[in-house]
Nanobody, 123 residues
Framework: QVQLVESGGGLVQAGGSLRLSCAAS????????MGWFRQTPGKEREFVAA????????YYTASVKGRFTISRDNAKNTVYLQMNSLKPEDTALYHC????????????????WGQGTQVTVSS
């Protein structure tokens, strides 16, 4: 089992920044690809970013490239999402997930999920 707890969400004005954290406990953190997804009411969970086991490869959806940065600290069992130049359309509940699959953009490939942290961007 892997337990994931997200933090760092909040209300921010457009153009602002937030840093999300996801702390993991349980199984060996470095065995898992870590991803960030977001979800708004009535919509499916959307891929945002993912990072490989050692952190040497990162993946982003097109709408956040150049604005968001995913990173991980395996010594602290934590994955981060630095979000800059936030837009109102980034408003969502952000979840982190843990996967042992290379298909990082698909939510059904993730074995474990956190409860999410809300990000609200005002215009």
């Amino acid at each position: 089992q892997v337990q994931l707890v997200e933090s760092g969400g909040g209300l921010v004005q457009a153009g602002g920044s937030l840093r999300l954290s996801c702390a993991a406990s349980g199984r060996i953190f470095s065995d898992y690809v870590m991803g960030w997804f977001r979800q708004t009411p009535g919509k499916e969970r959307e891929f945002v970013a993912a990072i490989a086991l050692s952190g040497d490869s990162t993946y982003y959806t097109a709408s956040v490239k150049g604005r968001f940065t995913i990173s991980r600290d395996n010594a602290k069992n934590t994955v981060y999402l630095q979000m800059n130049s936030l837009k109102p359309e980034d408003t969502a509940l952000y979840h982190c997930g843990a996967s042992r699959s290379a298909r990082v953009q698909f939510p059904y490939e993730y074995e474990y999920w956190g409860q999410g942290t809300q990000v609200t961007v005002s215009s």
